[in-house]
């Protein structure tokens, strides 16, 4: 995943930043809505995308913690052992994690942070920082259009893949009451400004 350049952001204030974590099904929109909203208008600069550590060896022009932390196997025992890996997956052989020092390191120092969970990860995000963590759920207008959006994403998609992907989409929308806010991705801009205009409000809160 690429982030955006730590570098160059913001803390808005001596208070805590916040985390959002966006989930919904795949194909629901998560990732185009990620990165309208870390470009959007009063955020720029000041959301950070999460940045995930892997095992998986670094490809060329990927840089070390700005795609991704890259790890040793042992190295990633240990984080896992010590309680510092918020979520994880194995994807080809390879693990893929939340490390929980990048986030408390972002937060401490008052910036946000944003990124894309699975309805685990997002509901442990939310019960291990409760003060800090925004949940967001992003909901297809509907199974139809979830179908051909994920037929348009990616045409070599098997059948049975996209089939697969919609049972899940179904136990995946019943978790959707237990987020703070649900946002129904019709109009791509409609849901960019109503995913800011969340983010815009829980700062100003925060602030507060
Ligand atoms: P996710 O990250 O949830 O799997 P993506 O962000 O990859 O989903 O979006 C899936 C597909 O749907 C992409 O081709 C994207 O361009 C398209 N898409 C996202 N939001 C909309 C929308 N509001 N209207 C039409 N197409 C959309």
Redesign the pocket.
Known sequence: MRITNSSKLQAPSSKKGLIFVIS???????????VRLVNSRGLKHQLARSISCTTRPRRSGEINKKDYFFVSQRQFREKRKANKILEWTKYLGYYYATPRDFLERQIQRGLDVVM?LDVKGALRAKRLYPKNTVTIF?LPPSLS?LRS??R??CNKTKKEEILKRLELANEELEAAKKYDYCIV????D??VRKLRGIALKEKSKRNK
């Not at 919904?24 to 990620?34: A, E, Q, V, Y």
């Open positions: 919904g099904p795949s194909g629901s929109g998560k990732s185009t809505l990620l894309c992003v259009v959006r994920l348009k994403r991705n019709r109009k791509l409609e849901a």
